[in-house]
């Protein structure tokens, strides 16, 4: 079973430019019977094989902003170290359910048509603009063990005009630093099962190609659509982990 949810994670990945933790850490859950925890860094270690697959699919596609993913990968390497230190500071639910509201907002944003024909040339604010959101992204992902595709894509897409399937192309470019920086500090804490990590992660390199290769002769309109019925469907899984998640109360 951890073979299927590795192949299923790398078709996710490829399709769409994230890491497939979606489907990986609640796999590793029901099926290894893992920890959050636990599932969260094996996870991240997994995306490393499936992200090199759906990178160099993308990048023979010539589907790949190496400028952008550049800049986006500055931030979000700084904003997952970041993240990983303010995992027990911040309120965790407050920040789930803003993330969750983002994400919806960005899905209603994406069913509708949006014009996405090319970024023009960066200047000094682009670049910026593309260092803050790898930040956040990487600290979202360190807080709430998300991917950073789920961020970066959209953003790319809705404030830069960068077509879907080059967004997503960049998006597999800026995990893979951020899944070894993220890996090499969980293995660090004992949060990685190495194991299963490799099994999840080689099971799922060529679903990740394949989609990828799905991605490329796919329309933007229906690209657009997809990618927000999963920014839905992630929504709704934080929501419901946080309405699952047991409510601390103050003893009188």
Known sequence: MILVVGALAGFLAGLFGVGGGILIVPGLVLVSGMTQRLAHGT??????????????TYALQDNVDWIAGLWLAVGAVGGAVIGT???????????????????????VRLFLPTDADGRSALGLAGVGALVAIGVGTGIL??????GGGIVM???????FGIPPVIAKGTSALVILPTAVIGTWRNRSRGHVDLRAATEVGLAGVLTAALGGLVADVMSADVSNVLFATL????????????ASRPRITASR
């Open 43 to 56: 996870s991240l270690a997994a995306v490393l094989p499936i992200s090199v697959a759906s990178l160099v």
């Open 85 to 107: 230190r303010l995992l027990h500071v911040l309120p965790h639910r407050t920040l789930a359910l803003a993330f969750a509201a983002i994400l919806l907002l960005s899905a």
């Open 141 to 146: 992902a360190g807080l709430l063990g998300v």
């Open 231 to 242: 920014l839905v469907v992630v929504a709704a899984r934080l929501l419901w982990q946080e």
């Open 153 to 159: 894509v959209p953003a790319m897409i809705l404030l």
